[in-house]
């Protein structure tokens, strides 16, 4: 029973990991054409990091990344505490689950409701006048919040509330006392859910896609139209640069999970 | 010639020491008045009329169990519950809306409550700062109450490297740094081991008496309130049952439950069949009489509840020679021994067919040292030990 569990483990892990081994190795290919071997090879990379278009892409997929993942944290983090400290509300339960709906949203159907919002609010309010990097942030606010508040509502309901009364028992203030006591605590699961939020952000196709306007191509984007063409080796380069970026991004935010739960 | 209303127990020997309990520091005896409290959430009342009136400088105990609303009262006073009826005033002022960083009162939580991202010292100093003090006094004080704890060589240590016991000091030296007028301590020893905990009821004692502050102890250890506590008051189902100082309870219970909740206590239901002046005779289960001094007037024939402390209570060898100590002497076999070095419990199995508990202290070597499970023995019993309530 053991060996046939450790064998499916790696057909498992096989199937999830393989492509990507794959993706990286061909990244390394000195030869054009994707499929055929012709020797190790950095040549990609440097192309890669000579393209005006894939640097300009990726600088604002990072500025996007930033903005939605602050945005979405401070709304996670409103939206926890509410949910958290100020007991059964009337109201509670349906803000919760609309709170989380996002979260299981076909990304399609976010980004057809977004475009719309953004046409008609240009209509009727003139605002905002144009799509672009502005539009896809707001966009990305929207369900990022919903995993932000996945992260940091449990490690609130676990902080001790006992805490926040003591902060007030001794003097402090409501405001006061989450500055001083209450963020601090919850400050691993904070970072964990910022870089969740930019993950999300920077990896988003779908939803950038419906949003985006003339000027404000994301790099998943220019990675989609470039291979609508032809499967350049410089994409596998690229490819393997983000799942590099996403990777060390990942383990932050376990680490930063951890460090949470330990105290 | 009925004994009206509610039950009335018999006194105790000790009428006049109960008097001599009433010792209480001088100061405002109405500092903190609960004025007819009620707290509800939802269709549950947890505080139900609760009226009682805190002494200056007192150790107040508020004892119940588990759900028996004294927590609640406690956060009210605190500021952490809203009052659903009645007021609650401290040192002249409703507390009704004044928000918990107004009150002159400082509390020492349960779980101690210490910012785990902060330093020994930054913790005790931290309700300084929120106040204003200037630093340097901040610095002052903060030394002064390490050093009032004994905890100045650990300033610099994150909570987490400290032992429970310290902790607990931590804790109230963050209360005491402020100079409060009264400290509300909820389950302040709950945490600690044994040993510990009668060393910091001791320091607890003796800060409170340094600092004259009034001191409110809520706790579920009848022990523990009996040791620390000027005076106790006792909680059940949101209502205080009783209120007075330790002996009182203990000795003039108003009730059978406090009777029964405060110390062990062995318990009889019985008729009364005569009754001559004090001298009432009382039939219990399995036609055992009792011969009970009781100062209240019961009917003949009138159902009670007779109870008997421990205590009071003396087991012989059924063959000694040694005369009754007692007006109840009482035939039975031991069916428990259990040694605890400084006093033995004996549970013993009456003619008539009731157990009871008794506790001797283990004073002198005698006699007793060789009662055994199953031997035969004589169990006295003063008369005037024992109390009677209507059943």
Same mark, same amino acid.
């Given at each position: 029973?053991?060996?046939?569990?450790?064998?499916?483990?790696?057909?498992?892990?096989?199937?999830?990991?393989?492509?990507?081994?794959?993706?990286?190795?061909?990244?390394?290919?000195?030869?054009?054409?994707?499929?055929?071997?012709?020797?190790?090879?950095?040549?990609?990379?440097?192309?890669?990091?000579?393209?005006?278009?894939?640097?300009?892409?990726?600088?604002?997929?990072?500025?996007?990344?930033?903005?939605?993942?602050?945005?979405? *944290?401070?709304?996670?983090?409103?939206?926890?505490?509410?949910?958290?400290?100020?007991?059964?509300?009337?109201?509670?339960?349906?803000?919760?689950?609309?709170?989380?709906?996002?979260?299981?949203?076909?990304?399609?159907?976010?980004?057809?409701?977004?475009?719309?919002?953004?046409?008609?609010?240009?209509?009727?309010?003139?605002?905002?006048?144009?799509?672009?990097?502005?539009?896809?942030?707001?966009?990305?606010?929207?369900?990022?919040?919903?995993?932000?508040?996945?992260?940091?509502?449990?490690?609130?309901?676990?902080?001790?509330?006992?805490?926040?009364?003591?902060?007030?028992?001794?003097?402090?203030?409501?405001?006061?006392?989450?500055?001083?006591?209450?963020?601090?605590?919850?400050?691993?699961?904070?970072?964990?859910?910022?870089?969740?939020?930019?993950?999300?952000?920077?990896?988003?196709?779908?939803?950038?896609?419906?949003?985006?306007?003339?000027?404000? *191509?994301?790099?998943?984007?220019?990675?989609?139209?470039?291979?609508?063409?032809?499967?350049?080796?410089?994409?596998?380069?690229?490819?393997?640069?983000?799942?590099?970026?996403?990777?060390?991004?990942?383990?932050?935010?376990?680490?930063?999970?951890?460090?949470?739960?330990?105290? | 010639?009925?004994?009206?209303?509610?039950?009335?127990?018999?006194?105790?020997?000790?009428?006049?020491?109960?008097?001599?309990q009433a010792d209480v520091k001088l100061g405002q005896p109405?500092f903190i008045?609960?004025?007819? =409290?009620?707290?509800?959430?939802?269709?549950?009342?947890?505080?139900? +009329?609760?009226?009682l009136d805190i002494r200056e400088g007192e150790i107040f105990c508020l004892l119940?169990?588990?759900?028996?609303?004294k927590?609640?009262?406690l956060?009210?006073l605190?500021?952490?519950?809203?009052?659903?009826?009645?007021? @609650? @005033?401290?040192?002249?002022?409703?507390?009704?809306? =004044?928000?918990?960083?107004?009150?002159?009162l400082?509390?020492m939580?349960?779980? /101690?409550?210490?910012?785990?991202?902060?330093?020994?010292?930054?913790?005790?100093?931290?309700?300084?700062?929120?106040?204003?003090?200037?630093?340097?006094?901040?610095?002052?004080?903060?030394?002064?109450?390490?050093?009032?704890?004994?905890?100045?060589?650990?300033?610099?240590?994150?909570?987490?490297?400290?032992?429970?016991?310290?902790?607990?000091? =931590?804790?109230l030296?963050?209360c005491i740094?402020?100079?409060p007028k009264v400290l509300l301590l909820d389950e302040p020893l709950?945490?600690?081991?044994?040993?510990?905990?009668?060393?910091t009821q001791q320091e607890l004692l003796n800060i409170q008496r340094t600092l004259g502050l009034t001191f409110i102890i809520v706790t579920?250890d009848q022990e523990e309130a009996m040791t620390m506590a000027d005076r106790i008051g006792v909680?059940?189902?949101?209502?205080?049952?009783?209120v007075g100082p330790p002996r009182e309870l203990?000795?003039?219970?108003?009730?059978?439950?406090?009777?029964?909740?405060?110390?062990?206590?062995?318990?009889?239901?019985?008729?009364?069949?005569?009754?001559?002046?004090?001298?009432?005779?009382?039939?219990?289960?399995?036609?055992?009489?009792?011969? @009970?001094?009781?100062?209240?007037?019961? +009917?003949?024939?009138?159902?009670?509840?007779?109870?008997?402390?421990?205590?009071?209570?003396?087991?012989?060898?059924?063959?000694? +020679?040694?005369?009754?100590?007692?007006?109840?002497?009482?035939?039975?076999?031991?069916?428990?021994?259990?040694?605890?070095?400084?006093?033995?419990?004996?549970?013993?199995?009456?003619?008539?067919?009731?157990? =009871?508990?008794?506790?001797?202290?283990?004073?002198?070597?005698?006699?007793?040292?060789? @009662?055994?499970?199953?031997?035969?023995?004589?169990?006295?019993?003063?008369?005037?030990?024992?109390?009677? /309530?209507?059943?």
């Amino acid at each position: 029973m053991p060996r046939f569990l450790k064998i499916s483990l790696w057909i498992g892990m096989a199937f999830l990991y393989v492509p990507i081994f794959v993706l990286i190795i061909y990244s390394f290919n000195s030869s054009r054409r994707g499929s055929v071997w012709g020797g190790f090879s950095t040549h990609w990379y440097g192309e890669l990091f000579r393209d005006e278009k894939i640097l300009q892409a990726a600088w604002i997929s990072l500025k996007i990344g930033v903005y939605s993942a602050t945005g979405a *944290t401070v709304l996670g983090v409103l939206a926890s505490v509410v949910l958290v400290r100020f007991g059964a509300f009337k109201g509670r339960r349906l803000f919760s689950s609309l709170v989380s709906a996002p979260l299981v949203m076909p990304e399609v159907i976010t980004g057809i409701s977004l475009l719309l919002l953004f046409i008609s609010a240009e209509q009727f309010l003139g605002w905002p006048a144009q799509r672009g990097i502005l539009t896809i942030t707001i966009a990305h606010i929207t369900f990022c919040t919903a995993f932000v508040i996945v992260v940091v509502q449990p490690r609130l309901a676990d902080m001790d509330s006992s805490l926040e009364e003591a902060s007030r028992d001794l003097g402090a203030g409501p405001a006061t006392t989450f500055c001083l006591v209450t963020l601090p605590i919850i400050a691993p699961a904070l970072m964990s859910a910022w870089l969740l939020a930019f993950i999300l952000s920077f990896d988003d196709l779908v939803i950038a896609s419906f949003t985006s306007g003339p000027g404000a *191509t994301t790099l998943p984007m220019l990675i989609f139209s470039k291979i609508k063409i032809a499967v350049s080796p410089d994409v596998n380069a690229l490819a393997t640069l983000i799942i590099l970026t996403v990777g060390i991004a990942l383990t932050l935010v376990m680490l930063g999970l951890r460090k949470g739960r330990k105290q | 010639m009925p004994a009206s209303g509610p039950a009335f127990p018999v006194l105790g020997d000790t009428m006049e020491d109960a008097a001599q309990q009433a010792d209480v520091k001088l100061g405002q005896p109405d500092f903190i008045q609960f004025k007819d =409290v009620t707290k509800k959430f939802g269709d549950f009342t947890a505080v139900q +009329n609760v009226s009682l009136d805190i002494r200056e400088g007192e150790i107040f105990c508020l004892l119940g169990g588990s759900g028996s609303g004294k927590s609640t009262l406690l956060r009210m006073l605190a500021g952490f519950e809203t009052i659903t009826d009645g007021r @609650i @005033i401290l040192d002249g002022e409703d507390v009704a809306g =004044v928000p918990p960083e107004r009150l002159p009162l400082n509390m020492m939580f349960q779980s /101690y409550a210490l910012f785990p991202h902060m330093s020994v010292e930054r913790n005790v100093g931290y309700g300084l700062r929120r106040d204003g003090v200037p630093k340097a006094e901040i610095a002052t004080r903060v030394a002064e109450t390490l050093e009032l704890v004994k905890l100045t060589d650990f300033a610099k240590r994150k909570p987490s490297q400290l032992s429970g016991g310290q902790r607990q000091r =931590v804790a109230l030296a963050r209360c005491i740094v402020k100079k409060p007028k009264v400290l509300l301590l909820d389950e302040p020893l709950g945490a600690l081991d044994k040993k510990l905990r009668e060393e910091t009821q001791q320091e607890l004692l003796n800060i409170q008496r340094t600092l004259g502050l009034t001191f409110i102890i809520v706790t579920h250890d009848q022990e523990e309130a009996m040791t620390m506590a000027d005076r106790i008051g006792v909680m059940n189902l949101g209502q205080i049952v009783q209120v007075g100082p330790p002996r009182e309870l203990y000795e003039q219970p108003n009730s059978l439950f406090i009777a029964d909740f405060v110390g062990a206590l062995n318990r009889f239901d019985g008729v009364v069949t005569s009754q001559v002046g004090e001298n009432a005779q009382v039939r219990v289960q399995n036609g055992m009489t009792l011969k @009970i001094l009781s100062p209240y007037e019961f +009917n003949e024939g009138e159902r009670v509840k007779v109870t008997a402390r421990p205590e009071k209570l003396s087991v012989f060898p059924a063959d000694s +020679n040694e005369a009754p100590t007692a007006r109840n002497a009482l035939q039975g076999q031991v069916t428990f021994v259990g040694y605890m070095g400084d006093q033995t419990d004996y549970r013993v199995m009456l003619d008539g067919g009731v157990e =009871v508990k008794i506790t001797e202290q283990n004073h002198h070597m005698s006699t007793k040292i060789a @009662i055994r499970t199953g031997d035969k023995v004589r169990v006295d019993w003063p008369a005037r030990s024992t109390a009677l /309530y209507s059943a």
